[in-house]
């Protein structure tokens, strides 16, 4: 469970003639077995499931649920040599069960019990004759190694681009651009301050002022305790960045212990409009406001 399947030269696109290994009237044998047994082995499949203790975030209920939908996939993917509609199963149930706390050894885990829960049955089934349980059981173990690593890239890559998403929610939230009317922004900047940080909130600072053709832009940064030189280099370059793109940066909220380490640092000020507070710098970009008319208003004229 968990297991997306991304698309493999030996897994979406390969048919059961690119395997010579198996021939098809073995293959149909094979399967029919499992597909004969499904209701006892899919059974003894979630009950090592819950002796193990995985997925321990999901209900009985809701575990043999989905061992019955995976069970019935990763057949037909043994059976055709193609993952696709795991793979398209597996997307879907890996976006609803990683926000409920599933981990990727828990999903590796599942995943090897059902490769070993199978294997026990083919052997079982066919130890009467050592020749052909040898011929299945060579077709069958590079067929379900194959998938359950595919699983467990698939349920990585899942999880890696929900962590993505979470990331960039949270960015967006501790940096927001607001507009407080037409062509001035602000943006207030709470937390910790690092070069990435600080280069992802130039990035959304200046989207905005290109998106609201902002003249005006108050960086507040009462709620920044600290920065080091990388970072204040940084803000410096952001209101250069601002002013290119046609814009006036004013910041507010500069703390003593701040401003003694831009001093310190020798951080170029000349291109910094600083304001003591944000009503002050409200008030001020008001006044630079009233002094720059907008370049595409009806008779208005540069600065």
Known sequence: MGEEMPSHTEG???????????????????????????????????????????????????????????????VSALETGSVETLQAYARDLSERIIPRGVETDEVLGIVLLLRDVLARSLFEHYQSDPQLLDRILDAYEPAA???????????????????????????????????????????????????????????????AIQQNRAKVVVIDITGVATIDLAVANHLVQTVEAARLMGASAIITGLSSKIAQTLVDLGVDLGMMRTVGDLQGGLEEAERVLRQRPSADEPGSRPA
């Open 145 to 207: 190694n194959r998938i359950a690593v595919t699983v467990g890239v698939s349920f990585v890559e899942e999880r890696e681009r929900v962590i993505r998403e979470q990331q960039k929610a949270i960015r967006e939230l501790s940096t927001p651009v607001l507009q407080v009317r037409e062509r001035l922004l602000i943006l207030p900047i709470i937390g910790g301050l690092d070069s990435q940080r600080a280069r992802q909130l130039t990035e959304q600072l200046l989207g």
């Open 12 to 74: 979406a696109g390969e048919q059961p003639h690119d395997r010579p290994e198996l021939d098809e009237p073995l293959l149909h044998q094979l399967v029919a077995h499992l597909r004969e047994q499904r209701g006892d082995l899919r059974e003894e499949w979630a009950r090592r499931i819950t002796d193990a203790q995985l997925l321990r975030a999901m209900t009985p209920q809701e575990i043999f649920s989905e061992v019955t939908a995976v069970y019935d996939n990763y």
